[in-house]
């Protein structure tokens, strides 16, 4: 063989491993909204299993809480009956880091939380648990201004209750923590949270602090449809030996299943990768 026509096959040997090297760590080289997209289509398609999603829930049972309720400080949202399209879409934007959230980061991929079908399993388990009688809310000040400031700007795409839209992936934002909404609303005005609705960002445009706070105080507000909320002190009775914040300590969240494993390959695990930092 010439030494040209070494080089030539030797460069071509190379770029084979490049391109499957590359292949191995991610499916394509999409933009993080395209890969989110084309998972939400695919598990739509999927036949959910509750009973999985039950066990793929106890990952997440550690922060959202075993009824899924969050914490009214906002630290936590509360998800449970959130339309399952709309969990869906955050699952599937949150692990393709079309939406920053270091915390969940490493329990959202796959390695951890599994595949598509994992995740029509978790939001469908999600979607059906009832929802906190007792969520946080605002001051309660200014209530009529958040009323008009509501039906004014938001009610057409979140509903006039709050409801959100299922075919549309609309969150539903009634009942939801007011700290946490807080927290959104700014994330999504300034640009922070990728994910959001343009036509909402422009819709907020212009907003005062007084017009967030007035609006989303009266969003916290809006009662969910009573089938939709448990019982005052309801718990999860599918987590029935779940310890609640033993001694005032909440709990960590667990270490992921596998992470100790030893990794198939001589590569180093593709997951979870250090939380980029904000
Ligand atoms: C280590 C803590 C942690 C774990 C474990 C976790 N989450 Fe989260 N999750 C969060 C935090 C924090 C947020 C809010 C992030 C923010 O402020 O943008 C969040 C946000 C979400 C949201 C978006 C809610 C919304 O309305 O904006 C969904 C849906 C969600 N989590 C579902 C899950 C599911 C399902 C699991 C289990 C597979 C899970 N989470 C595991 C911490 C966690
Ligand atoms: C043009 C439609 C539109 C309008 C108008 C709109 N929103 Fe939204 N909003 C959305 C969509 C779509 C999302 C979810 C984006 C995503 O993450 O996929 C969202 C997300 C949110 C979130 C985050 C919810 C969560 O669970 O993470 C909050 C809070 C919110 N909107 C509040 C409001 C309020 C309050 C108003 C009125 C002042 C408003 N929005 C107006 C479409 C809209």
Redo the contacts with the bound molecule.
Sequence with gaps: MSRHAFAIGLSIALSGLVSTAAYAQEPASESPAETARLEYEQVMTLTPDLENGRKVYLTCAVCHRPEGWGAPDGAY?QIAG?LRT?II??LA?IRARN?DNPLMYPFSVPRILGGPQSVADVAAYVAQLPMTPENGVGPGVDLPLGKD??T???????GENGEG?EA??????AG?HYL???R??D??RTGR?K??????V???DG?TPL??AA??DY?SRLRPPESKLAETGWTNPDFPAYVRDPMGVPPMPPMPAGLLEAPASAEPPAYPSVPPAR
């Excluded at 994910?195 to 909402?200: F, G, L, Q, R, V």
């Design positions: 949202p959130q709309v879409k955050q934007d939406r400031v509501y004014e700007h938001c009610s057409k795409c979140h839209n549309e992936h609309i969150p539903a934002i939801q946490y909404l807080m959104q609303f994330a999504i949270r994910n959001s609705d343009p036509k909402m422009k819709q907020i907003f017009h967030q609006v989303l969003t």
